[in-house]
């Protein structure tokens, strides 16, 4: 009994040396996306969709609009089951990861994610506490300032312009500390400074190692790490 | 992290105290409108007391039912919320928590000032109270289901009513039960009883159907 137990562990044992030794010559592939289809209502948007991406990628969306940016984008955060095909993120799905992928994921959608009724400072203390990360009045001031809103911190969102409630939903992006940036038409309504801003954030991030997925039509222009571009037809 | 929801929709509602008010001013309303219509007959009154303040109760909670999510859905919050490192149950639990706490609460300690009207025995009025803080958690919990359902749904409103009201049914009955037995000078242990099995039932099973109704709704 004992024995034949034996070659199995050895087996297991091998396949992490050698999935090691690979990872640290060449990056290792955070995210894995095969013969993905997404439907929406009668209407095919994207079938075969494959693509790998190493950490520390640069992914950029684009395509007319209609043609499934924001489809793809809520498929790889798991709010939208796909048709068909599958997402794995380091080697596995993220149906059978189902909560704990969420700790490696931030998703920014078009709309806000900025409660009205709540200032600055509460939006972003609130969004960070529910995905686990506890982060104090002071850090949180000091957050708020680097993403220019210094003075209005605690003002209630309502009264914040179009912009800068984008910058507040943005902040999140400093506290957060995912691998996985999946960002959906975010540079709406931001100026110069903040789109700069957004830029030197995400490089930051694929620097540190990590994933962004930009759905935009304005050329963001990273410098760091690897930058693919991936086009959607109608 | 339940914590967090409960005190962030807390928070929330009190900034828009004015949603509150009106549900207990519905409520209010409601239930003194019967005495008002049928006249000072003290002994038809106190025999529709207890079904009249259970109904006027329900009716109060659809109110601010269809707030419970739709809120939330449309600042896009409601999809961070699905994409946190929790299973959503317990999310659903926090909102649901926050609800009661919120919008049925006030009903229960308003409830034997109302019931004045009635004409109703002071120990009478004490087991309304108790099957109102027993019962009405029944009606957040079996409410989540129906506003996760109709969310995003032109007429959602309405359509919550249908989907819930007759859910509701169980809760009525033996919390209006409860408050006539006391009147009639019975027992109302039994009501009371079964209200409180019926509330530990839905405390299991709603929350994930709520859950699973949200995940439908956002896709």
């Known amino acids: ?234 | 992290m339940l914590r967090w929801i409960v005190w962030r929709d807390l928070t929330l509602a009190w900034r828009r105290r004015a949603d509150i008010l009106s549900t207990v001013f519905f409520f209010i309303i409601v239930v003194s409108l019967f005495p008002l219509g049928i006249g000072p007959e003290t002994q038809l009154l106190r025999s529709i007391a207890p079904g009249v303040i259970w109904v006027a109760a329900l009716l109060a909670s659809m109110l601010s039912l269809s707030r419970l999510f739709a809120n939330d859905l449309q600042d896009g919050t409601l999809e961070q919320l699905l994409l946190t490192p929790q299973p959503l149950f317990l999310v659903v639990l926090g909102k649901v928590l926050a609800h009661w706490i919120v919008s049925e609460i006030p009903l229960v300690l308003i409830a034997p000032l109302v019931g004045l009207q009635f004409d109703i025995p002071g120990e009478t009025l004490f087991i309304l109270v108790v099957s109102l803080l027993v019962g009405t958690p029944v009606l957040s919990l079996i409410g989540s289901v129906g506003a996760a359902l109709t969310l995003g749904l032109r007429g959602g409103g309405v359509l919550i009513s249908i989907l819930v009201l007759p859910l509701y049914i169980p809760a009525l009955i033996f919390g209006a039960g409860a408050v006539e037995a006391s009147i009639i000078g019975a027992s109302p242990a039994p009501h009371l009883y079964l209200l409180g099995a019926f509330a530990i039932v839905s405390l299991i099973f709603s929350p994930w159907a709520t859950a699973a109704a949200l995940r439908i709704s956002l896709e």
Request: charged share 25%; glycine share 10%.
């Open chain 1, 1 to 234: 009994m004992a024995e034949s137990e034996r070659p199995g562990a050895t087996k297991v044992d091998l396949s992490l040396v050698i999935s090691y030794i690979c990872g640290s010559v060449v990056a290792p592939t955070l995210l894995e996306v095969k013969k993905l289809e997404c439907v929406r209502g009668d209407r095919r948007l994207f079938s075969g969709l494959d693509f790998s991406l190493p950490a520390g990628t640069y992914l950029q969306v684009t395509g007319p609009n209609g043609s499934g940016k924001t489809s793809l984008l809520r498929i790889l955060c798991g709010l939208l089951a796909p048709a068909e095909g599958e997402i794995k993120w380091e080697g596995e799905n993220i149906r059978s990861l189902a909560e704990d992928y969420f700790t490696s994921v931030t998703y920014l959608g078009h709309r806000h994610n900025v409660k009205d009724e709540l200032s600055a400072i509460e939006n972003l203390r609130i969004s960070n506490a529910l995905n686990g990360i506890f982060i104090s009045k002071e850090l949180a001031l000091e957050v708020i300032t680097r993403i220019g809103l210094a003075g209005r911190e605690s003002l209630p969102a309502r009264l914040l312009s179009e912009g800068q409630r984008r910058r507040v939903a943005l902040a999140r992006l400093l506290t957060c500390g995912t691998k996985l940036w999946l960002l959906d038409e975010v540079l709406s309504s931001l100026d110069k400074g903040a789109v700069a801003l957004i830029r030197s954030l995400i490089e930051e991030h694929l620097a540190g190692g990590g994933i962004a997925i930009v759905a935009t039509h304005q050329d963001l222009s990273v410098a760091t790490g690897s930058s693919q571009r991936l086009e959607l037809a109608t």
